[in-house]
């Protein structure tokens, strides 16, 4: 009958390990440590990223140099006048944050807004934005409008 208590793995099937450092004239004069050298006697030891006469990984990396501010920088939706005359064709004559992340001309609601001169503008508006080029304020000016910057 089988039971927990004779439970046992087949013959052969668990090696015993081999006991290191002891002198055995069956396993030579090394006693299962290699040859003479560091790691051979007690106490040798090298770093987990030595790499044995191989250039080391820090060393075949380049060196980078300056730093990013990417992580303090302020980040702007970017929009053009172009954008800005789509929305005035549909007879809206203020833009906001909200009336772009409305009719999807913008993404992100926590980032300011940039305006950029990039296309034409003709129709009157008042424009809030955190940002605006010298080309874009003389644009919106130039027909008519406001730029307010937040």
């Known amino acids: 009958m089988i039971a927990l208590n004779n439970l046992r793995s087949n013959k052969g099937s668990r090696?015993?390990?081999?006991?290191?450092?002891?002198?055995?004239?069956?396993?030579?004069?090394?006693?299962?440590r290699g040859m003479n050298g560091q790691n051979c006697r007690?106490?040798?030891?090298?770093p987990d990223w030595f790499e044995w006469g191989q250039?080391?990984?820090?060393?075949?990396?380049?060196?980078?140099?300056?730093?990013?501010?990417?992580?303090?920088?302020?980040?702007?939706?970017?929009?053009n006048l172009s954008d800005v005359e789509k929305l005035a064709s549909n007879w809206i004559t203020e833009i906001t944050k909200e009336i772009l992340l409305e009719n999807r001309?913008?993404?992100?609601?926590?980032?300011?807004?940039?305006?950029?001169?990039?296309?034409?503008?003709?129709?009157k508006v008042t424009i809030s934005v955190n940002w605006a080029s010298k080309v874009a304020v003389e644009a919106v000016e130039k027909a008519g409008g406001k730029i307010e910057i937040i």
């Open 15 to 32: 090696k015993s390990s081999t006991r290191v450092g002891r002198w055995n004239g069956s396993k030579g004069t090394f006693c299962g």
């Open 42 to 46: 007690s106490g040798g030891w090298v």
């Open 55 to 79: 250039t080391p990984l820090f060393r075949r990396l380049p060196k980078l140099k300056g730093f990013s501010n990417a992580r303090f920088m302020t980040k702007y939706n970017v929009i």
């Open 105 to 123: 001309v913008i993404r992100r609601k926590k980032f300011g807004i940039k305006l950029l001169g990039n296309g034409g503008l003709k129709s």
